[in-house]
């Protein structure tokens, strides 16, 4: 059974820290790329960041470009998000999923190219 588990999340100050983890079960992530999405309340899920496993290639949204790093532990099938000098906007629920696409890179412009999503992890910024 192909799985996306994440967690990680939790109640966090402005500018401080979190690191999220997505664990792959039923396949190996080692020729695949991961990306992280989120959804804030009434808005729509949007891409954070992605990372082909493979090549170590990654890709972030202009939102999160110098605060957040995504890595993988490919012997652990397992991607991580790291999250520093968070901002109240960068509350919402964090969901990783699989990428559909081939090659060395990846892009996280349409949730459409994703595919088996996780349940997802609440990450609130709040003092």
């Known amino acids: 059974q192909v799985q996306l588990v994440e967690s990680g999340g939790g109640l966090v100050q402005p500018g401080g820290s979190l690191r999220l983890s997505c664990i792959a079960s039923?396949?190996?992530?080692?020729?695949?790329?991961i990306g992280w999405f989120r959804q804030a309340p009434g808005k729509e899920r949007e891409g954070v960041s992605c990372?082909?496993?493979?090549?170590?290639?990654?890709y972030y949204a202009d939102s999160v470009k110098g605060r957040f790093t995504v890595s993988r532990d490919n012997a652990k099938n397992t991607v991580y998000l790291r999250m520093n000098s968070l901002k109240p906007e960068d509350t919402a629920v964090y969901y990783c999923?699989?990428?559909?696409?081939?090659?060395?890179?990846?892009?996280?412009?349409?949730?459409?190219?994703?595919?088996?999503w996780g349940q997802g992890t609440q990450v609130t910024v709040s003092s």
């Open positions: 999923a699989v990428f559909r696409g081939h090659g060395s890179s990846c892009s996280v412009d349409s949730k459409s190219d994703y595919e088996y």
């Open positions: 039923g396949f190996s992530l080692g020729y695949l790329a």
């Open positions: 990372i082909r496993t493979s090549t170590g290639n990654t």
